[in-house]
């Protein structure tokens, strides 16, 4: 099946800087979503972004979309240690219904006070 | 706002016992899902539901059934707990209008088997 990676795995920053993590999938979709972890808790949705757009910004963040490389990025700006969390694209697909999201394997961040 | 919530933060279970692990939502959601989550391999999608006594198997449905009685309700259910179903598991809800919509997650099940 379809498999969302993001790059890096990991990711260490002060506090204040800015973070950005990228995503990559092989398939067509409808839309590219980010959630956010804390450890050991559910997922939260973060924002969503549709094929046919290719910036969106929400607040802090801002997620942008490349569908002609198949890659999206997150950047979160002037972060802050409660920024602290695993982040996760999930790519729905043109077809085969919701079901057929698929989550990647995450990046990890740590801001540093 | 949406409420999913998982009966369980962490449960022990012995290899060979029939687990249960509950999961009920508040906002009327067609769509409820149980994913598994370990370290390296994101989310796995282990069954789904899309209707009151509606099911369809994920990608990992082996050892694994599921229940939906009620809309509000989606059970999993380890037939035989193994070792190798040590994991976090996720249960999500979503309305089902559209692709255009996030999923809600419950808090997690942190499951051992020993």
């Known amino acids: 099946s379809q498999q969302g990676e993001e790059d890096p795995q990991a990711l260490s920053i002060q506090e204040g800087e800015n973070a950005t993590m990228n995503c990559s999938y092989k398939t067509s979709i409808n839309n590219l979503q980010w959630y956010r972890q804390n450890s050991g808790r559910g997922l939260v949705h973060l924002i969503l972004i549709r094929s046919n757009e290719r910036e969106k910004h929400s607040g802090r963040l801002r997620v942008t979309l490349d569908t002609s490389k198949k890659s999206s990025s997150l950047l979160i700006t002037a972060s802050r240690a409660a920024d602290t969390a695993s982040y996760f694209c999930?790519?729905?697909?043109?077809?085969?219904?919701?079901?057929?999201?698929?989550f990647g394997t995450g990046t990890k961040l740590q801001v540093i006070p | 706002d949406v409420k999913v919530t998982q009966s369980s933060r962490y449960l022990v279970k012995r290899t060979g016992e029939k687990v249960f692990l509950e999961c009920v939502q508040d906002m009327d959601h067609e769509n409820m899902f149980w994913y598994r989550q370990d370290p390296g391999l994101g989310l796995r999608l282990i069954y789904f539901s899309y209707d009151v006594k509606m099911k369809e198997k994920g990608d990992i449905p082996e050892g694994y059934s599921v229940s939906r009685e009620k809309k509000e309700r989606f059970s999993l259910i380890l037939e035989s707990a193994s070792t190798n179903q040590t994991s976090m598991y996720l249960c999500?809800?979503?309305?089902?209008?559209?692709?255009?919509?996030?999923?809600?997650f419950g808090q997690g099940t942190r499951l051992t088997v020993v």
């Open positions: 999930a790519t729905v697909p043109n077809s085969g219904g919701y079901q057929k999201v698929t």
């Open positions: 999500a809800s979503r309305i089902s209008a559209g692709m255009s919509t996030e999923a809600f």
